[in-house]
């Protein structure tokens, strides 16, 4: 009741009363998309809680069941089998798109690709090609993949079988930041390297795609669950197997339901993958510590202020 009738003493604070709880992964790199969304809920009065870290699935659950409020990095449709579980869209919501064209997918140096003619993965078939690839003697291809939980790992392990890799490509997981780590100074000591990546992220403003390293096509489209039937070729018939994402705002459907002005919000706000991809670079130049991370999102609104008061503003209407 309190919180209704300071609700209605206070149009342009819709949310004054209300407290909210974001979620993100352990992915460092999504604190700023987050961290965006909660500035913007905060200026229409939500009280909002710190970040909590939880993987994926567990995240969409934990929406779903109200025991969070939102997460800004629900990617569509890599998470698709994820919403689902969680009761779809009867327990959640997810309207606009807050950053998309977010590509994923294999690369390998430009060196190797232009040296031994690769373009495919189904190359990697072929025990000779994978062995360049071998980081451990074995004799077959490490790739450096998807941390568990992630959504990406299900992917790569249902292509690795499709496309017959099992005996000739191994799937290295475990710690992303540190495996690519590892993957940036084997490249820089001229070794040749294979990994999967997305963007927007800092690996590729690191190793950059046509100049240092090279996408490989896959030989036709194969994804798990309720990905399987994605088109993921692009119009001029080039496949990387991955479709490409849209960055969602996920939140729980109780609650937008009575909170007009955030769904409105959720709706409306919009994050170039250029911009994430420049503030995820300067953390791994050393700009990562919360503060650095809470500077990089002021900064931000700073710069494009007229377009987050466009949101507030939208909010605040559809809040009345």
Request: aromatic share 10%; charged share 20%; hydrophobic share 40%.
């Amino acid at each position: 009741m309190a919180a209704a009738q300071a609700q209605a003493q206070t149009p342009d604070l819709p949310g004054k009363g209300v407290s909210v709880q974001p979620l993100q992964s352990s992915i460092a790199e999504e604190t700023f998309q987050t961290l965006l969304v909660s500035r913007a809920l905060a200026k229409l009065g939500y009280d909002v809680k710190p970040i909590k870290e939880v993987e994926y699935a567990t995240a969409h659950v934990a929406i779903a069941n109200g025991d969070a409020t939102f997460m800004a990095d629900h990617w569509d449709p890599l998470h698709a089998d994820f919403y689902k579980n969680a009761g779809g869209d009867a327990k959640l919501y997810r309207q606009g798109e807050y950053s998309n064209n977010a590509a994923q997918g294999y690369l390998i140096d430009k060196k190797t690709a232009d040296q031994y003619k690769i373009t495919n993965i189904e190359q990697l078939k072929d025990p000779k090609i994978a062995k360049i690839f071998d980081t451990d003697g074995d004799g077959k291809a490490d790739l450096t993949g998807c941390t568990p939980g992630w959504g990406c790992e299900a992917a790569i392990e249902f292509q690795l079988s499709a496309y017959k890799l099992r005996d000739t490509v191994t799937h290295v997981q475990g710690s992303y930041a540190a495996l690519m780590a590892d993957t940036i100074t084997r490249y820089k000591a001229g070794k040749p390297i294979l990994y999967y990546t997305w963007t927007p992220f800092w690996v590729s403003a690191e190793l950059r795609p046509g100049k240092d390293v090279v996408w490989l096509q896959v030989p036709f489209t194969a994804l798990p669950g309720d990905q399987s039937k994605m088109k993921t070729a692009l119009p001029d018939g080039r496949n990387y197997g991955f479709p490409l994402n849209t960055q969602k705002i996920v939140a729980n459907k109780a609650f937008t339901d009575k909170n007009p002005a955030a769904a409105k919000l959720f709706e409306v706000m919009r994050l170039p993958v250029g911009d994430i991809n420049a503030e995820n670079l300067a953390m791994k130049n050393g700009q990562n510590k919360p503060a650095d991370i809470e500077r990089h999102t002021d900064a931000w609104i700073k710069a494009h202020q007229k377009t987050f008061d466009g949101w507030i503003a939208q909010a605040q209407a559809a809040g009345k």
